[in-house]
């Protein structure tokens, strides 16, 4: 996908962090606007910003775990904007600590938001951009699923999280060739970030009701949250640096998007470990101060 301007990008999450710049960044190349999040505060000011600077918005409340907000999202882009072009399915929530005390509501919020989000929102908008393709012959759209670079590996005390990504690497890609058995006027990429200055760490504030955690937070889960905060505000790549290696590589028609590329050698020797039949490769071996982090948080364990 080449021109951006005069078409539409519909961006879930797009209160904050990726999503808003994202956001930004698409409407300062001309792009009409369909911005999608739970927080409904957030998504209020985010939308009167990129109005007043002259952006075509169309925002929703949208609980992306649900099949039904998902729908009712791509009725209203429709109905605004008659087709979409650039579909981000960016929505995601983090919770960690040993992956044996993950409560299930843990699970059910991480998978909820980060996979099933991504599913309803390839689910829904894939057929509809098929058929925008259909009717304009010089149409093309392009799907890009935030994954992570915990969808490549596997660090510690990150596993529902961890499990989320991977799922949403394997739809992606599968996503990829399926396309291509159909029609290849839309794309698809997964964004596979390492750790960049968002309000990621924060994001049990929208969570719901119905999934809070119960009891204390473990010492595990404490400790993982700790190095969730150092990490991410320490990242040397801002959100929206990241949202212009995304839009070049949308250009370029990369698949593979990445933050960080100089973290790819854990990815090379996890691939190596797997091919080789040895035990997983560590994620930190180039950042022992990471699991030491870990270690020093699990002491006070009982
Ligand atoms: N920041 C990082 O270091 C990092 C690294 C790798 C991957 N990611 C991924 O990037 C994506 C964006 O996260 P971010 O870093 O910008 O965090 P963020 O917390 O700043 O933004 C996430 C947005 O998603 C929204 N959201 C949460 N639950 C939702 C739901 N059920 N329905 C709709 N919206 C919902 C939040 O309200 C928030 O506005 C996530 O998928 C995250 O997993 C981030």
């Given amino acids: 996908m080449e021109s951006f301007a005069g078409r ?21 190349l001309g792009m009409k606007l369909v911005l999608a999040d739970v927080d409904a505060e957030g998504l209020e000011r985010a939308t009167d910003e990129l109005q007043a600077g002259g952006a075509e918005v169309l925002s929703m409340v949208v609980d992306v775990r649900k099949a039904a907000h998902v729908e009712e999202l791509a009725d209203a882009a429709l109905i605004r904007f008659h087709c979409v072009h650039l579909v981000f399915n960016n929505a995601g929530v983090g919770a960690g600590g040993l992956i044996w005390e993950n409560s299930e509501t843990d699970w059910e919020w991480v998978l909820g938001v980060n996979l099933w989000g991504v599913i309803h929102g390839v689910r829904v908008f894939t057929p509809l951009m098929l058929e925008c393709a259909r009717r304009d012959p010089a149409y093309d759209g ?11 590996l596997n660090p510690p005390a990150m596993g529902a999280y961890n499990v989320s990504k991977h799922a949403v690497v394997s739809l992606t890609e599968t996503l990829y060739h399926d396309l291509r058995l159909v029609d290849a006027r839309v794309a698809a990429s997964v964004l596979c970030p390492y750790f960049v200055p968002t309000d990621i760490d924060r994001s049990g504030r929208h ?34 640096e ?14 593979y998007i990445y933050s960080h590329p100089q973290a790819l050698g854990s990815v090379a020797e996890r691939m190596q470990a797997i091919v080789q039949g040895g035990p997983p490769a560590d994620p930190y071996a180039a950042t022992p101060q990471m699991t030491q982090m870990l270690k020093a948080g699990l002491k006070g364990r009982g």
């Fill in 8 to 28: 539409v990008a519909v961006i879930t999450g797009a209160a904050s962090g990726l999503g808003r710049a994202f956001a930004n960044t698409a409407a300062s």
């Fill in 142 to 152: 392009h799907i890009v699923n935030t994954a992570s670079m915990a969808g490549l």
């Fill in 207 to 240: 969570r719901p009701h119905e999934l809070q955690h119960v009891g204390a937070p473990t010492a595990s889960q404490q400790a993982a949250q700790a190095l969730l905060s150092k990490a991410v505000h320490a990242g040397k790549v801002s959100a929206a």
């Fill in 242 to 255: 990241l949202a212009a290696i995304t839009f070049d590589a949308i250009r370029e028609g990369r698949f």
